[in-house]
C-alpha cells in the first residue's frame, strides 16, 4: 500500500472535530477527519444548539470569569455565518437569535438583571411586557424577560455546513479500531505531521491505550437530557432559580415529521444516568408548570438521553473550564472544546500550536477513497422512543 501522507488527521467528527477540520482546510492544511459513529458524532448531534454568552453563569447575583470569557464567543460564530470568518457557516440555520433569561417575580430578579448587566453590559436587555411573544403572555408566567446575546443554531445544518465543502476527506473509522487509532493509521501506512483527538469521552481512553495519560486530567459530568414532543410552543429560555444554574434550559427543534420538541438541560439534566427516568420526566413537567402554569401538556410525549459528558479538567472552580483544555504528547494533540460556544477558541489555539512547531499548510489534497465513505447522524429526538 502506498504511503499518504496528510499534514493533519483529527479523529472525531463532532462540532469541535469540523470546526477544526473546516478551519485548517480553508487554510491549505491537507486534513483527514475519521469518524467512528457518524458525522455530528455522538453528543454534538445532541447539543440543544445555544451559542452561550456567559449570561447564564451570572444567575444568583455571580459574575464569574467563565461568563467573561464566553462573551466574547457569540459574535465570532455570528461572523461564520455571515461567512466572514475562519469557517463558513452561511448555509447553517438559526433556529432563534436570542435565547432569553425567565425570571420570576421577587428580589431574585433583580439580582440577575444587576449582575448580568455589570458582567455583560448592552448585550443583554429586558423585554417590555407588551413585547412578550403571545404564547409566553398566556402561559401563565409571572414575572420578567431578559433579552440576551445568545443564538440557538440548527445543530444539523451546522454539521453539515462544515462537513459538505470537504466530504471526500471525511471517513470511517472502524469500530474495531476505536480504541486504537494508531494501529488504523499504520495498517493503511497513513502518515501525518500531527494526529490531534477531538472525540471528547473517548480521548481519555485512547491516550490510556497509547501511554500518553500521563498528566492528563479529565471530569465526567453525566447529564440525562429529557425531550418532549408536541410542544405547545417554540420556546428559548433558561428558566432561573436560586442557583448559578438555570432550572431548566429550554430549546425548541423538529422532528422529521415537524413536530415540535421542547428539549430540557440545565438542572433538570443534571442527574446520573440511571436516574429514573419517569421520575426525571415528572421532575421536569412540574418545573415547567411551576414557571408557566397555563400551558397545556395533556398531549405532551416524553424520552430521555443519557449523555456521558467528559471534558478537561478544571483547574480552578472544580465545575466548568474557562477554555478549550488540550493536552500534547509526542505527535499527538488530545483537545476538549469544553462547550460547543467554544469551538472557535480551541481552532485557533491547536493552530498556534502547530505555528509554533512550524507544521505549515502543504495546499495538498489528499486522496482518502480507499477509506469507508460515513454517513450523518440523526438527531436524537428523530431516535427517541417517546412515551406519554
Not at 428580589?107 to 448587566?117: E, F, P, Q, R, S
Not at 500534547?328 to 462547550?339: G, I, S, V
Not at 502547530?354 to 450523518?376: P, R
Request: aromatic letters at 8%.
Amino acid at each position: 500500500m502506498p504511503e499518504v501522507k496528510p499534514d493533519i488527521v483529527i479523529f472525531g467528527a463532532g462540532i469541535a472535530g469540523l470546526w477544526l477540520f473546516h478551519h485548517l482546510k480553508r487554510k491549505n492544511f491537507d486534513v483527514l477527519l475519521l469518524e467512528k459513529y457518524s458525522i455530528g458524532g455522538e453528543q454534538s448531534i445532541a447539543s440543544q444548539g445555544i451559542i452561550h454568552s456567559g449570561l447564564k453563569y451570572c444567575l444568583a447575583g455571580k459574575v464569574n470569569k467563565l461568563a467573561q470569557t464566553i462573551s466574547e464567543m457569540p459574535q465570532i460564530w455570528r461572523n461564520a455565518l455571515e461567512g466572514q470568518a475562519s469557517v463558513d457557516l452561511s448555509k447553517a440555520t438559526i433556529n432563534a437569535q436570542s435565547q432569553d433569561l425567565l425570571i420570576p417575580k421577587g428580589i431574585l430578579g433583580d439580582l440577575v438583571k444587576l449582575a448580568t448587566k455589570k458582567a455583560l453590559g448592552d448585550s443583554v436587555h429586558d423585554v417590555k411586557k407588551e413585547d412578550w411573544p403571545e404564547s409566553i403572555k398566556f402561559s401563565g408566567f409571572n414575572g420578567s424577560i431578559v433579552a440576551m446575546n445568545e443564538l440557538v443554531l440548527d445543530i444539523p445544518s451546522v454539521v453539515r455546513a462544515l462537513a459538505d465543502p470537504y466530504k471526500d476527506s471525511i471517513k470511517k473509522l472502524p469500530k474495531a479500531f476505536a480504541d486504537k487509532p494508531f494501529e488504523f493509521l499504520r495498517d493503511h501506512n497513513i502518515t501525518p505531521k500531527r494526529i490531534i483527538f477531538t472525540a471528547a469521552r473517548s480521548n481519555l481512553e485512547i491516550a490510556k491505550h497509547h501511554g500518553h495519560n500521563d498528566g492528563l486530567e479529565t471530569q465526567h459530568r453525566p447529564l440525562l437530557q429529557i425531550m418532549m414532543k408536541n410542544a405547545p410552543f417554540e420556546l428559548y429560555a433558561h428558566l432561573v432559580g436560586k442557583s448559578d444554574k438555570p432550572v431548566a434550559t429550554v430549546t425548541t427543534h423538529k422532528t422529521s415529521d415537524g413536530s415540535l420538541v421542547w428539549y430540557l438541560g440545565g438542572l433538570a439534566a443534571e442527574k446520573q444516568k440511571d436516574y429514573p427516568s419517569d421520575k426525571a420526566i415528572a421532575e421536569a413537567k412540574e418545573s415547567l408548570l411551576r414557571y408557566m402554569p397555563d400551558i397545556d401538556l395533556s398531549d405532551a410525549e416524553w424520552a430521555t438521553l443519557p449523555i456521558d459528558r467528559v471534558e478537561g479538567k478544571s483547574r480552578t472552580n472544580n465545575w466548568l473550564p474557562d477554555t478549550p483544555t488540550i493536552h500534547k504528547c509526542d505527535d499527538a494533540l488530545y483537545a476538549w472544546p469544553t462547550k460547543l460556544t467554544f469551538s472557535p477558541m480551541l481552532a485557533d489555539m491547536v493552530e498556534k500550536i502547530l505555528n509554533e512547531e512550524q507544521i505549515v499548510a502543504s495546499s495538498n489534497t489528499g486522496d482518502f477513497g480507499f477509506l469507508q465513505d460515513v454517513d450523518y447522524a440523526k438527531t436524537p429526538w428523530d431516535k427517541a422512543q417517546w412515551k406519554k
